[in-house]
């Protein structure tokens, strides 16, 4: 046969050597087209294997990859194929193929590096140090099991009729909004299912105490103990100097543990599958350094696909896909579980009656129990108690502290730089242009709210800044942008389905909600809802931000009395209690009477009304 066509293809015989190759080297043909980096496309590779004919310097690039480089003539039928043809193991040193060999003891290895890593592992993932804490916490002091969602909240395909289904907008469940239906897995039971997973999860949502948990548990010989674990924080490793690849990494994190040959041990563990691989916050990394990271992860997942490998990344932080991963999602706290936190908290710092009293002035509180089922929060909110002794009477500067940590204190306490796509909004900025999409859907009784309704807030919102770009496609842009920013950064709107968002509780929806009335001076606004019930918390949230509410309290007894005097019967019905208080001879004021009067008639209707 002629060597000088200018296409050639594949023989049977070849075929077989070269998907030999292909599974030991890169497992499947997208890991083979990531690693020839689009000099040979998907298409061509996939014309490779099923034996057409391609041009003949993309055949040989194909061979190349596939260490068949010296091959590659008799592959295409050119000249004859040797009887045998050694498939490389991408190049591995000759003790790894004394592994394959079996002439290494492998338990014995892993069992060496598990005790070099020990003391490095409790280091790093034994204890947890968040918010004002002044020293750090054990972290089996205060662990409480993660729970898991095997499908994304956000990527359901609900309308907002179907998320607004049974809710009542006046009278409601305030955990009705936020509640996710589907059914919650043990975070180690999602993990023993999958050797390749994404964790997913909302700012402050424990997923890296979940990773630093499985760290501890592999290293203490609860989980895995046939592996050992290497924790890696991709942001460090991304910024790391001479920029390692992640095998080198592995081996200088496994060197300065002081294991010998680390480079020769860290891959023969590595090729055996040995390693519960933890890399911790994607989200985190700076932008210049995603693609190298992206990459990179992918690429090693090919490579060393044995092993185990777990990813935490914030929601919606990275448009990318990593294939083999599957992707779950962190659940909110339930009630069992925000208890046994608080527990575990109160216990640990000796104090097991200040956590029983915690826990039930929570229940009696259930804007505050609602922010508590975010582990951040609850931490906060622990903090808080452990000092007073209980929650504060103005709730207000409560949900203040809640809202400066997402934007602001949680990323500066742990040195992360996230991009400025809000145009250099100050803090301030931030919350006004929160309090503006606050205002405008919580009068319009929108709870969730589509995705392009809330781009257009944002667009009106910086339509009006100083020295704005109004262009409509610019607006269309950032307002896309900034929307994103707001759910990856601080979490507080969140996607409840594809293309429709809500705040992310409907304490910070209300708490915003205040403060653009309060910034405003919105007072009459205001009080036209008295008589709403889904309202009130506003009314105490925005009393409780400002110095005197006399103003407001005078609108609000005006609408009271305008409302009293179109409604007959509540006329009839004061008009009766303030005779039933002239009929009292008593030495208390006329008011304090027909209060009492009002109170002793209304109570039995209230109580009957509960009981039916």
Same mark, same amino acid.
């Given at each position: 046969?002629?060597?000088?066509?200018?296409?050639?293809?594949?023989?049977?015989?070849?075929?077989?050597?070269?998907?030999?190759?292909?599974?030991? #080297?890169?497992?499947?043909?997208?890991?083979?087209?990531?690693?020839?980096?689009?000099?040979?496309?998907?298409?061509?590779?996939?014309?490779?294997f099923k034996g057409e004919k391609i041009q003949v310097d993309k055949f040989k690039e194909i061979c190349t990859a596939l260490k068949l480089e010296s091959h590659w003539e008799a592959i295409a039928g050119l000249?004859?194929?040797? %009887?045998?043809?050694?498939?490389?193991?991408?190049?591995?040193?000759?003790?790894?193929?004394?592994?394959? &060999?079996?002439?290494?003891? /492998? &338990? $014995?290895?892993?069992?060496?590096?598990?005790?070099? /890593?020990?003391?490095?592992? =409790?280091?790093? *993932?034994?204890?947890?140090?968040?918010?004002?804490?002044?020293?750090?916490?054990?972290?089996?002091?205060?662990?409480?099991?993660?729970?898991?969602?095997?499908?994304?909240?956000?990527?359901?395909? !609900?309308?907002?009729?179907?998320?607004?289904?049974?809710?009542?907008?006046?009278?409601? +469940?305030?955990?009705?909004?936020?509640?996710?239906?589907?059914?919650?897995?043990?975070?180690?039971?999602?993990?023993?299912?999958?050797? =390749?997973?994404?964790?997913?999860?909302?700012?402050?949502?424990?997923?890296?105490?979940?990773?630093?948990?499985?760290?501890?548990?592999?290293?203490?010989?609860?989980?895995?103990?046939?592996?050992?674990?290497?924790?890696?924080?991709?942001?460090?490793?991304?910024?790391?100097?001479?920029?390692?690849?992640?095998?080198?990494?592995?081996?200088?994190?496994?060197?300065?543990?002081?294991?010998? +040959?680390?480079?020769?041990?860290?891959?023969?563990? !590595?090729?055996?599958?040995?390693?519960?691989?933890?890399?911790?916050?994607? &989200?985190?990394?700076?932008?210049?350094?995603?693609?190298?990271?992206?990459?990179? /992860?992918?690429?090693?997942?090919?490579?060393?696909?044995?092993?185990?490998?777990?990813?935490?990344?914030?929601?919606?932080?990275?448009?990318?896909?990593?294939?083999?991963?599957?992707?779950?999602?962190? $659940?909110?706290?339930? %009630?069992?579980?925000?208890?046994?936190?608080?527990?575990?908290?109160?216990?640990?710092?000796?104090?097991?009656?200040?956590?029983?009293?915690?826990?039930?002035?929570?229940?009696?509180?259930?804007?505050?129990?609602? #922010?508590?089922?975010?582990?951040?929060?609850?931490?906060? #909110? *622990?903090?808080?108690?452990?000092?007073?002794?209980?929650?504060?009477?103005?709730?207000?500067?409560?949900?203040?502290?809640?809202?400066?940590?997402?934007?602001?204190?949680?990323?500066?306490?742990?040195?992360?730089?996230?991009?400025?796509?809000?145009? &250099?909004?100050?803090?301030?900025?931030?919350?006004?242009? #929160? @309090?503006?999409?606050?205002?405008?859907?919580?009068?319009?009784?929108?709870?969730?709210?589509?995705?392009?309704?809330?781009?257009?807030?944002?667009? +009106?919102?910086?339509?009006?800044?100083?020295?704005?770009?109004?262009?409509?496609?610019?607006?269309?842009?950032?307002?896309?942008?900034?929307?994103?920013?707001?759910?990856?950064?601080?979490? !507080?709107? /969140?996607?409840? $389905?594809?293309?429709?968002?809500?705040?992310?509780?409907?304490?910070?929806?209300?708490?915003?909600?205040?403060?653009?009335?309060?910034?405003?001076?919105?007072?009459?606004?205001?009080?036209?809802?008295?008589?709403?019930?889904?309202?009130?918390?506003?009314?105490?949230?925005?009393?409780?931000?400002?110095?005197?509410?006399?103003?407001?309290?005078?609108?609000?007894?005006?609408?009271?009395?305008?409302?009293?005097? =179109?409604?007959?019967?509540?006329?009839?019905? !004061?008009?009766?209690?303030?005779?039933? @208080?002239?009929?009292?001879?008593?030495?208390?004021?006329?008011?304090?009477?027909?209060?009492?009067?009002?109170?002793?008639?209304? %109570?039995?209707?209230?109580?009957? @009304?509960?009981?039916?």
């Open positions: 046969m002629s060597k000088n066509k200018q296409t050639v293809k594949a023989t049977n015989e070849g075929l077989a050597k070269a998907e030999k190759a292909l599974k030991r #080297l890169y497992e499947t043909q997208l890991g083979l087209a990531n690693n020839l980096k689009g000099s040979v496309g998907r298409s061509t590779i996939q014309k490779f000249t004859d194929l040797p %009887s045998s043809v050694d498939v490389p193991d991408n190049n591995l040193s000759e003790s790894v193929k004394e592994v394959e &060999d079996n002439s290494i003891d /492998v &338990d $014995a290895l892993v069992q060496e590096v598990r005790e070099k /890593v020990t003391p490095y592992i =409790k280091e790093r *993932c034994g204890t947890m140090r968040v918010l004002d804490m002044t020293q750090p916490i054990g972290l089996d002091n205060i662990y409480t099991e993660v729970n898991i969602f095997e499908k994304i909240t956000g990527r359901t395909r !609900l309308g907002i009729a179907e998320l607004e289904q049974n809710l009542d907008v006046e009278n409601f +469940d305030r955990f009705g909004l936020g509640k996710v239906t589907q059914k919650r897995v043990p975070g180690l039971q999602a993990v023993e299912q999958h050797s =390749k997973l994404m964790v997913l999860g909302k700012p402050g949502a424990g997923k890296t105490t979940f990773l630093k948990y499985l760290a501890m548990q592999c290293i203490e010989g609860e989980f895995q103990k046939q592996r050992f674990p290497i924790f890696i924080t991709l942001k460090e490793f991304a910024e790391a100097p001479e920029k390692p690849d992640i095998l080198k990494y592995i081996s200088q994190r496994l060197s300065d543990c002081d294991l010998t +040959d680390a480079d020769v041990k860290a891959k023969q563990l !590595l090729k055996q599958g040995k390693a519960l691989i933890l890399l911790d916050g994607l &989200d985190e990394v700076r932008e210049e350094d995603t693609k190298k990271v992206l990459n990179q /992860v992918q690429e090693f997942s090919y490579q060393f696909h044995k092993n185990q490998l777990i990813i935490i990344c914030r929601i919606a932080a990275k448009e990318y896909t990593f294939q083999g991963f599957t992707e779950v999602e962190v $659940a909110d706290f339930d %009630s069992e579980q925000i208890a046994t936190f608080a527990q575990n908290w109160f216990q640990s710092r000796k104090d097991p009656v200040k956590g029983k009293r915690f826990i039930e002035k929570l229940k009696e509180n259930k804007p505050i129990q609602e #922010l508590a089922t975010n582990p951040l929060f609850l931490t906060l #909110l *622990c903090l808080v108690f452990g000092e007073a002794g209980d929650f504060p009477a103005n709730r207000s500067e409560l949900y203040t502290e809640g809202v400066d940590v997402l934007l602001k204190k949680w990323d500066v306490k742990r040195n992360i730089k996230r991009d400025k796509v809000y145009k &250099d909004l100050s803090l301030q900025g931030k919350e006004n242009l #929160l @309090s503006h999409i606050a205002l405008t859907t919580f009068e319009q009784k929108n709870y969730f709210f589509k995705k392009k309704t809330v781009e257009d807030d944002i667009a +009106d919102f910086f339509r009006n800044l100083p020295n704005a770009n109004t262009a409509p496609k610019a607006l269309e842009l950032d307002s896309e942008a900034i929307l994103k920013s707001i759910e990856v950064q601080h979490g !507080l709107l /969140v996607a409840r $389905a594809t293309d429709i968002y809500s705040f992310s509780h409907l304490t910070f929806h209300e708490y915003f909600t205040a403060r653009e009335i309060k910034e405003r001076s919105a007072w009459a606004k205001l009080a036209e809802h008295v008589a709403e019930k889904r309202w009130r918390e506003v009314f105490l949230l925005t009393t409780g931000m400002v110095r005197s509410a006399d103003d407001l309290l005078k609108l609000m007894k005006h609408q009271i009395d305008t409302l009293l005097a =179109k409604d007959e019967k509540l006329q009839q019905f !004061l008009i009766w209690v303030e005779q039933k @208080s002239k009929s009292v001879e008593a030495r208390y004021k006329s008011a304090a009477i027909r209060a009492f009067c009002l109170d002793l008639s209304v %109570s039995p209707v209230l109580s009957l @009304s509960r009981d039916l």
